[in-house]
């Protein structure tokens, strides 16, 4: 298991905890970074074993890819629990000011 692999992953457990939206963007930024190592691997006529097993190039990018799609979707699945819980907090949000004015075009001072 390469070390700095495993440090990016507990680094990522962490940010995770105090943030799930943060957790998963840095989810993706690990995957590139795999995705970029790996590409430098295959340049280099290496090839990568996953627990002794060799990848090839073209199951190594479908992992990636796979890897991607789980990514965006605890992106997304973050982002709407987010959206709920600031729902949640701030259930009465203004959306426009409304001025009530008399039928003269005066301002009502009762509603001041």
Do not use: K
């Not at 940010?15 to 989810?27: H, L, N, T």
């Not at 992106?75 to 729902?87: K, N, S």
Request: glycine share 8%; hydrophobic share 50%.
């Amino acid at each position: 298991m390469n070390p700095v692999i495993l440090l990016a992953v507990v680094v990522q457990s962490v940010v995770s905890r105090q943030s799930r939206v943060a957790g998963a963007i840095v989810g993706f930024v690990i995957t590139t970074g795999v995705l970029l190592w790996g590409l430098s691997v295959y340049a280099e006529g290496n090839q990568i074993q996953f627990f002794a097993v060799p990848l090839s190039q073209g199951a190594f990018f479908l992992s990636c890819a796979v890897w991607f799609f789980i990514d965006a979707r605890a992106l997304r699945a973050a982002r709407r629990t987010g959206d709920a819980a600031l729902a949640a907090r701030q259930p009465y949000l203004i959306d426009s000011c409304d001025v009530r004015t008399s039928r003269s075009g005066a301002s009502d001072d009762r509603l001041q």
